[in-house]
């Protein structure tokens, strides 16, 4: 990780990886932008050297040399160049929009690649979530960078060709003219790894913000927000994060203004010492005035390029900082594998053996040496308390997540050699938050198997199984209907609705294994019979594994899987567990008390 402390060498490999980074995402456009950015620059100087010939023939020769071959011929030359530098710095203003843009879908697609393959273990760790807000958080680096790489190079180019023009006129004012770039460099320097150390413990706290941010705009939670009248309250919270980053940057900047003033002062100190040199030089008749004009002017001229290069270089080098996260991620996500559905043969038996798993950023194991076994073709229920492990369960079933210990097999194969993020072509997984797409309704149903999206005579049946069609038909476009009012000509549905679309994508995907993480939550009275109907269908030739809170509806599951505080206290099937008179048992009476004294 890049930091404050970095050193000079490795300052200068991640300037060089920024350079990088810009060059493999703008291809072409970089080196056309570069390019005509060096020749805008150059042409600047080759004015000034023609300019100063041009001055030394005119004294020399006075009026006489209007009329002269060679001055037509100067005058024709600056035109010409004049043309070229115009033309260099429009073509080179265009390209580098281009060159800008498609170095922040670069990192972008860095970002994305990374959120797509990592494993979704990962997202339970606030690490993580740190690292991806502050890449969020600064994308305009990749802005910054492209802007500033070109400019760095041009004025680089620029400033070699007049200091090899300054040091034909007199070599001894090309180091002291050096020397007033050195403090705006060490400034900006300095300035830069003070804002990314600013930046880079502020992470925590800007998700947060963010947090309040989404809470406020989401039309997910903007019910709840009048609701409760939270509006203020929550504004009050996110001004609080905001003044506290506002104050420290307050801070931050004045000093940077006392430094930057400082630096500066320095740096026209140095000039002006430049200058008095010059001076001397003309009255000690060591300098002719024609010289000391140019002299004069090359100063200047290579000053302010190499102080433009000495500010661009301070500007790559704090966005370079959000380089090297750029890369880090990038490496990271180059390394994982590409999310592909791995596709596997149904199984005979599937036996967790010992199962242990522990959240990241969690005090205790959320399962705790669980052991069962499924047999193809059963219906298992899964029943607990809040917080019993029962997702989490499904979730290593599905093998998105691998066990912290112990092991899953999928008939002989451990299920974590087999896969680490999901993905088998025989798993089927309906979760309690599943997709809302902005896609139209048969698309959205499509997202099961994408591989047969084309298919619309299985996405048909896939709806009339889940009791889909009867409401999406009705919708203005029917199935071509986009499911999201914030899309244009789109319209949304019920939370029941939306369980029965998802339901629907479970369907189509055809699988052999089911896991249905409380399938039912949003469902009516009829709605979840007739679910159970198709449950039992399913079961012929599949595997279901049934997460709910109804008892009523795990009831007539072949095995029933009790769990409490991770770790699995009963199993069996209802009559058996009901003459346990455990835990479940007690779950289940209290549950049919309360319906029965309504």
Known sequence: MTDSTTSSPARFRTVVDAVRLVQRAGGGAFLATLLLFAASSLGLVVELMIGNQLLNVLVGHGHNAVLTPQIWAMLIIVVVISGIVAFAGAAGAGLHRLLTERTMRHCASITLALAARVPLREFESPKFH???ERVRQNHGSPIQIAIAVPQLVSAAIGAIAVLVGLATINPVLVPITLASAVPIWLTGRSNSDEMYSFSFGHAAYDRARFNLEAIINKRESAAEVRAFRLSGYLSDRWSGYYDDRITEITSLVRTFVRRSALGAAIGAGVLVAVFVIILLLVGHDAMSLTAAAAACVAVLLLANRCQQAATSAAQLVEH?????EFLELGDWADRLPSPTEVTVQAFTSLRADDVSFSYPAAARPALEHVSFTIGRGEVIAIVGPNGSGKTTLAKLLAGLYPPTDGVINWDDRPLSTITTDGGLSEVGVVFQEFGRYWF????????GAVGRAGDH??????????????????LPRGFDTPLGVEVEGGTDLSGGQWQRIAIARVLFRDASFLIMDEPTAALDAEAEAALFETIGDLAQGRTVVLISHRFST???????????HGRLIEEGSHPQLMALNGRYARMYSLQAKAYASV
Do not use: K, P
């Open 440 to 447: 139209s309704a048969s698309d959205n149903i499509a997202v």
């Open 320 to 324: 370079s900082h959000y380089v090297g």
């Open 130 to 132: 740190d690292r991806l």
């Open 457 to 474: 005579d299985a996405i048909q049946a896939a709806a009339d199984r889940a009791g889909v069609t009867e409401f999406v038909t009705a």
């Open 554 to 564: 795990v009831r007539s599951a072949d095995r029933i899987l009790v769990l409490d």
